[in-house]
């Protein structure tokens, strides 16, 4: 399963992706319509994908290897109703009320929030992952 400090740099690394796409996202929409702001947008989407590998590889630590493949479904499961289902229906309703510019401004908050429950999941993998492994034998 790794050491502790493997997994807990996992974390710190995700941590990390979420802050990073947060700047890059943030200036990007600051900047006015061109090949700055593109590339500045296309690298904060990059890095914040950066952060699926840290979850699956949590995921896949604290669950039995029989069921790493159910597991990880659901990992899927969760990023797409949680993430990608409702992401451009928000953002269209916050665009109706600010404007699309606006709205696209506020996106890369979200990946706070996502930096915020890595952080959580931070102060309480290690306990999760000594559970675990007393539980797999």
């Not at 319509?33 to 500045?40: T, Y």
């Not at 306990?127 to 034998?137: K, Q, Y």
Request: glycine share 10%; proline share 5%.
């Amino acid at each position: 399963m790794g050491s502790g400090l493997q997994l807990f740099s996992k974390l710190t690394l995700a941590i990390t992706f979420c802050l990073v796409s947060c700047v890059l996202l943030f200036a990007g929409f600051q900047l006015p319509p061109g090949s700055a702001q593109l590339l500045l947008i296309a690298c904060g989407l990059l890095v914040a994908m950066g952060t699926w590998g840290p979850a699956g590889a949590m995921v896949a630590n604290l669950t039995r290897p029989s069921t790493h493949a159910t597991a990880l479904a659901m990992l899927t499961l969760a990023n797409n109703l949680l993430g990608a289902a409702p992401a451009p229906y928000l953002t269209g309703v916050l665009a109706d009320r600010i404007g699309l510019l606006g709205a696209l401004q506020w996106i890369p908050l979200m990946s706070l929030g996502a930096a915020a429950v890595f952080f959580i999941a931070r102060t309480r993998y290690l306990r999760d992952l000594r559970l675990a492994e007393s539980r797999n034998g």
